[in-house]
T-cell receptor
Framework: QKEVEQDPGPLSVPEGAIVSLNCTYS??????FMWYRQYSRKGPELLMYTYSSGNKEDGRFTAQVDKSSKYISLFIRDSQPSDSATYLCAMRTYAGGSQGNLIFGKGTKLSVKP | EAQVTQNPRYLITVTGKKLTVTCSQNMNHEYMSWYRQDPGLGLRQIYY???????DKGDVPEGYKVSRKEKRNFPLILESPSPNQTSLYFC????????????FGPGTRLLVL
């Protein structure tokens, strides 16, 4: 079982839809969770990060972490064509007072149609 | 403008011909890292550097070398490239290793024939 699982999609939605992107993980030592957005022919850029279970909201984006289920989600409200990109989840362990390197999911390709 | 630059952006080479991909950042970041991105495999870390003269292996270091002689530069060296190193390569930097915001370069697309 891979450490981080992410459905690669592609996911196609109409403009204005609510988008749900998800990752599951197997390592309970993962404590820091991030979402990166990667436009075509560009490097990834950090979208959101969270340390704890629960929800974190930033504009149209909400990151949700459920550590008991080892499941994280990114919700995009009122999706726009400019949201069309590949979304990568990433996570980092924390154990013994030390943080590990980032482990990335494979990415989900999202297309928002006008 | 704060940025990470990589050169070249595109490279076609042949098996066994040594090549270097340069990476430079202008943010005085201590931590720099190289990733490769492959379809179906995602982004995987090759090497990272915590500071000048301090480097360590990531998840897929075989066939690669790095050096960190200056804080701003972190070149990736392929001594004898092979076709399985055909990939999209990203350099990234951050102030320290555990900082969430890593700044990624624009990528280098490498094809090894």
């Amino acid at each position: 079982q891979k450490e981080v699982e992410q459905d690669p999609g592609p996911l196609s939605v109409p403009e204005g839809a609510i988008v749900s992107l998800n990752c599951t993980y197997s390592n309970s030592a993962f404590q820091y969770f991030m979402w990166y957005r990667q436009y075509s022919r560009k490097g990834p850029e950090l979208l959101m990060y969270t340390y704890s279970s629960g929800n974190k909201e930033d504009g149209r984006f909400t990151a949700q972490v459920d550590k008991s289920s080892k499941y994280i989600s990114l919700f995009i409200r009122d999706s726009q064509p400019s949201d069309s990109a590949t979304y990568l989840c990433a996570m980092r362990t924390y154990a013994g007072g030390s943080q590990g390197n980032l482990i990335f999911g494979k990415g989900t390709k999202l297309s928002v149609k006008p | 403008e704060a940025q990470v630059t990589q050169n070249p952006r595109y490279l076609i080479t042949v098996t066994g011909k040594k090549l270097t991909v340069t990476c430079s950042q202008n943010m005085n970041h201590e931590y720099m890292s190289w990733y490769r991105q492959d379809p179906g495999l995602g982004l995987r870390q090759i090497y990272y550097s915590m500071n000048v003269e301090v480097t360590d292996k990531g998840d897929v270091p075989e066939g690669y070398k790095v050096s960190r002689k200056e804080k701003r530069n972190f070149p990736l060296i392929l001594e004898s490239p092979s076709p399985n190193q055909t990939s999209l390569y990203f350099c990234a930097s951050s102030l320290f290793r555990t900082q969430e915001t890593q700044y990624f370069g624009p990528g280098t697309r490498l094809l090894v024939l």
